[in-house]
């Protein structure tokens, strides 16, 4: 079993409740089995054979978010979110999956996207295709700015024609493969890497440019997980990290006063897991007129949104929405007119919630607007 690699962590976890003050489910359902030493016990009675997984035991396992918030407040360090992975890699291994969590995996390796919406790329996405089958820079959208908002292709591609940026598109762009690999499918989340590395690779692109920080996380640690590494070939960056980049060499320049009180959500993988939490503030207090107000919990100990490539979302959907709903009450508490994020699929998850409360958007819309 994949989770034996990790009885350090099960041993650890299953006698110590230190970080359940900070789970991101477990708050939210108070249920133990939600928290990290639930899932530490439940696994431990599972290696140990005393328990088998099964509808009751695998459901808590497929509710974690994976966010880190329990990893970051961990003393010792130990890699719950990795324990997780392992115990769904089990789950597949053994064919005990339900069918919501095959109905994903079908989604995307028969439709091409995480939705299982039609494989053609909308016309809205066509619209803000740059004229180049090869280039220097390969912007990837990912699913949820592809088949849900286009906008958000439409605001990064306007500043990539404003710097006077040469990029392309993947034709038809398929799912970056994450929630195969949130999922615990390792070998269908290998080849479908495999075969899409190919495909950026034939761009001659030297640089991957996403706004979504799921797509990020894959091409940066999953992929290289699996031996399918961008390091040595292209370099990866959020759309943060090429806006900032951008703005330096003097290629875009911000102008337009926006006169807004805006708070900033921290995403889950940018913050805990490549440490770029700094950087999106500084692109916001860059905008003239904004006047940038946190959240009582920010930065690493912010709270988590739960929608690691859009899994818990489809899998949970209650859950989703009241996580979602749990950070809307936060950010209309800082009397922001804005909440900003940096991440499409919790854009989409907190504008659901938001009502007429806050607006949501995302911080490549703040930017298109001081552009102009």
């Given at each position: 079993m994949y989770i034996k690699e990790y009885t350090d962590v099960i041993n650890a976890c299953k006698t110590c409740f230190m970080c359940r003050h900070v789970c991101t489910v477990g708050t939210?359902?108070?249920?133990?089995?939600?928290?990290?030493?639930?899932?530490?016990?439940?696994?431990?009675?599972?290696?140990?054979?005393?328990?088998?997984?099964?509808?009751?035991?695998?459901?808590?396992?497929?509710?974690?978010?994976?966010?880190?918030?329990?990893?970051?407040?961990?003393?010792?360090?130990?890699?719950?979110?990795?324990?997780?992975?392992?115990?769904?890699?089990?789950?597949?291994?053994?064919?005990?999956?339900?069918?919501?969590?095959?109905?994903?995996?079908?989604?995307?390796?028969d439709k091409g996207n995480i939705l299982g919406l039609k494989k053609d790329i909308p016309v809205e996405m066509?619209?803000?295709?740059?004229?180049?089958?090869?280039?220097?820079?390969?912007?990837?959208?990912?699913?949820?700015?592809?088949?849900?908002?286009?906008?958000?292709?439409?605001?990064?591609?306007?500043?990539?024609?404003?710097?006077?940026?040469?990029?392309?598109?993947?034709?038809?762009?398929?799912?970056?493969?994450?929630?195969?690999?949130?999922?615990?499918?390792?070998?269908?989340?290998?080849?479908?890497?495999?075969?899409?590395?190919?495909?950026?690779?034939a761009t001659g692109c030297k640089k991957i440019v996403t706004n979504c920080p799921s797509c990020y996380d894959a091409f940066k640690r999953n992929y290289e997980a699996m031996s399918v590494s961008f390091a040595t070939e292209i370099e990866v960056l959020h759309a943060v990290e090429y806006i900032s980049d951008l703005i330096a060499k003097g290629k875009i320049k911000l102008q337009k006063q926006l006169k807004k009180t805006v708070t900033y959500h921290d995403d889950d993988y940018l913050t805990r897991f490549h440490g770029l939490h700094e950087l999106p503030r500084q692109l916001l207090s860059a905008i003239p007129g904004i006047e940038p107000v946190e959240m009582r919990w920010n930065r690493e100990e912010a709270a988590s949104c739960g929608e690691a490539g859009g899994v818990?979302?489809?899998?949970?959907?209650?859950?989703?929405?009241?996580?979602?709903?749990?950070?809307?009450?936060?950010?209309?508490?800082?009397?922001?007119?804005?909440?900003?994020?940096?991440?499409?699929?919790?854009?989409?998850?907190?504008?659901?919630?938001?009502?007429?409360?806050?607006?949501?958007?995302?911080?490549?819309?703040?930017?298109?607007?001081?552009?102009?």
């Open positions: 939210e359902t108070q249920h133990e089995a939600d928290t990290p030493r639930g899932k530490a016990i439940l696994l431990h009675s599972i290696l140990n054979k005393t328990m088998q997984l099964d509808e009751e035991t695998i459901a808590p396992l497929y509710r974690c978010t994976t966010c880190g918030a329990c990893k970051n407040n961990c003393v010792g360090n130990y890699d719950m979110p990795s324990l997780i992975q392992a115990a769904r890699a089990d789950i597949i291994e053994q064919e005990k999956a339900s069918a919501e969590v095959v109905g994903i995996k079908d989604n995307i390796l066509q619209a803000g295709k740059a004229p180049l089958d090869k280039a220097e820079v390969l912007y990837f959208a990912g699913c949820h700015t592809t088949y849900l908002q286009s906008e958000l292709a439409e605001a990064m591609t306007k500043i990539m024609k404003q710097a006077e940026e040469s990029f392309t598109i993947l034709p038809g762009e398929v799912c970056c493969g994450k929630p195969l690999y949130l999922l615990g499918y390792r070998k269908a989340a290998k080849d479908w890497a495999n075969k899409l590395f190919q495909q950026i690779k818990l979302q489809q899998l949970y959907p209650q859950i989703s929405r009241s996580l979602a709903a749990r950070i809307i009450d936060g950010a209309v508490a800082t009397g922001a007119d804005r909440l900003v994020t940096v991440c499409p699929i919790t854009k989409g998850a907190l504008s659901a919630q938001a009502t007429e409360r806050i607006d949501v958007c995302d911080i490549i819309e703040l930017m298109v607007e001081t552009l102009m």
